[in-house]
């Protein structure tokens, strides 16, 4: 399958902690979100871009898989891709770095509907702008 | 200064501590929210009965002090008020009580506004719904 | 596969909400754990029940698929159960119900396992109290 | 009253929002937060360096003022600065601007405290290596 690359370096806040002194599970969500943005900042094609075409794109399923811990001061790298699909979906993968152990702290996806503004009705096809925008990448 | 009370138990998230092993200063602004609402339920005012008048209420300030530090396990109370005032503005008192340790946590205030829904415009005097309200409580 | 039940209702917060008007899709993952929480004290087995006997126990994998959104105002029951294991996991399934519109908005699952405390090291066989705790629930 | 100064770029993230389409009130001390910790890691005194030293600073106080809303997608610059005092607290001031509409959207502080790490008892006098690094800033 056909992808599209990113990576995204991050930084962990103190208030993303929890008791045990890592990284909440559920707050690797907000990295995903945050590589997402940045990976469509990069290619043209972020959330504001969606919505300016007259769609939101909401998750509709994730999944999360942890490997190690990361505390508060490592710093993080999250590989991100796109996959290229013909359905009218968006499905991202995600590698979860801790940079300062070299380790890989967790693995995930998302994937994204489209979601008419207007009507909150979901496409059962690619609208044209992102197809248009998909024919111009450089998938490898 | 006139006044309605209620309390409001709280379960602390285990997502809500931090790597002090402690509740993330930040998230007693979760517990306020939590109790506004809870009283607002109580006397027939919550979130949804402003907006429902055509009103948001956004926070314009917010007053946060830190006696004693909560821990995941412990049972809290907050005891909400609720100042009557002449000028369009909703001002609650908040103590956040460590009832594990029969303590006072924290204390606080919140002034909110009133919003036009639809211009996003401050009203300047209380909306008649809210003065209609305010006529039926039993002030203190 | 025997199960224990437990169902939990929930209120969403204001601040739980994003954008679009909905419970932001990572939220759910804090109502999972409001789940676990009072699954696992109406059993006599939570967070602190196995902290007490040595274990931490993270969360190493999740699944999250949304078929409805939640709008703030909305009431929420989480119908959560936990699956019978011989090996040493605690896997948690998950269905969130809108009860507002009788609708059901996510489905979901969880994986935690047995940390050592001290050492951190995961432990390959379940612990003894747990077995015991076990042994006493009615699964069906 | 001699302070000291530094500017802080930050991106609004969706989960930030809420359902007025805004940033949610409570999400301005994350920007808080991290303001504090870029303001620390230019000046060499961040978190860790408190913690390396054998102290937590828990915030004790805090303040905050919304002058203006800011919306997903609009760019935040969080202006911060440093009090000079006698007294054992670490005291900032902030501004967070969006500077996407050139606009100051809040005003806030935040009061620290020095605990020792193990007795997580309070300081009344400032440590020593917290001087030090006082005397060889530039206050202004």
């Known amino acids: 399958m056909k992808k ?3 990576d995204v370096a991050l930084k962990v806040r103190f208030s993303e902690t929890d008791a045990m002194g890592v990284v909440w599970h ?3 969500l ?3 979100e945050d590589a997402r943005e940045f990976f469509g900042l990069h290619y043209g094609m972020a959330y504001l871009d969606f919505y300016d075409n007259g769609y939101f794109t909401p998750i509709v399923k994730s999944e999360l898989q942890h490997k190690a811990s990361i505390y508060y001061g490592q710093d993080v790298l999250v590989k991100i891709n796109l996959e290229k699909h013909d359905s009218a979906k968006i499905i991202f993968n995600y590698e ?3 940079t300062t152990l070299n380790e890989l702290a967790a693995v995930g ?3 994204q509907v489209f979601l008419d503004v207007n009507s909150r009705e979901m496409e059962l096809a690619k609208p044209e702008f992102y197809e248009q925008w ?3 990448q450089a998938w490898q």
């Open 109 to 111: 996806s998302t994937m």
């Open 134 to 136: 998909e024919s111009k």
């Open 4 to 6: 599209l690359f990113f």
């Open 96 to 98: 979860v770095w801790n």
């Open 30 to 32: 907000k990295f995903f």
């Open 26 to 28: 559920g707050n690797y």
